[in-house]
C-alpha cells in the first residue's frame, strides 16, 4: 500500500468522509432486507456502518488495523451487526456467500496481476443472484467487465461507467 492509511485512521475518526451515494442508493433499491455484505477495503467502515445500520450483515476486511478496530469500536457501541478482518486482500478468502460483495476504492492500488487474481478470487463468494458493486479507476473497468463475460457462471451487468460496475451474478 502506498499510502499509509493505517496512520490516517489513527489519527482521523471518518477520515474518508460519508458513504459513496451512488452505492447507497443503489444498494438500498435492492430487494434485500437484511443482505450478508462483504465490504472489502472497508477502512474505518465508510460504507459498513451504514449497511448495518440498515439491517444488513457486514463482514468488513481492511489491510488498516487502526481502520477495523475503529470500526468494530463503532459498531459495537451502536450494537451493529459488523465483523472486522484485518487481512491483505491477497490473502484473504472470503468466509462462505454473500449476497452482496462491495468493493469501494480498494482494487486500484494493488497492480494489474494481483488485482486480477484478487478479482477472481473476491467473485466466487457472491451467492446466486447477488450483486458485485465495485467504484474503481475508470481505466481498470474493462478488465473487471471482461473477467466477468469470461467468467464460467453469467453475470447480468447492470453498469459499467464512470468508476461503478454493478453486475447480478446468475440464479440456480
Known sequence: MSYDYDKLYASEAHALGEQTAAIATFIAGLSFKSARILDVGCGQGRDALPLARAGHDVTGVDLSPSGVEA?????????????????????YTPDGAF?????????????????????????????????????????????????????EVDWAIERCAKGMLFAQKGGT
Open 71 to 91: 470500526m468494530c469500536a463503532e459498531a459495537a457501541q451502536d450494537g451493529l451487526n459488523i465483523t472486522g478482518h484485518v487481512a491483505d486482500i491477497t490473502e
Open 99 to 151: 449476497d452482496i460483495l462491495l468493493i469501494d476504492r480498494t482494487l486500484h492500488m494493488l497492480d494489474a496481476a494481483p488485482r486480477a487474481v484478487t478479482f477472481l478470487t473476491l467473485i466466487a463468494c457472491v451467492a446466486p443472484s447477488g450483486w458485485l458493486i465495485v467504484a474503481d479507476e475508470t481505466s481498470n473497468l474493462p478488465a473487471f467487465k471482461a473477467a466477468l463475460l469470461a467468467d
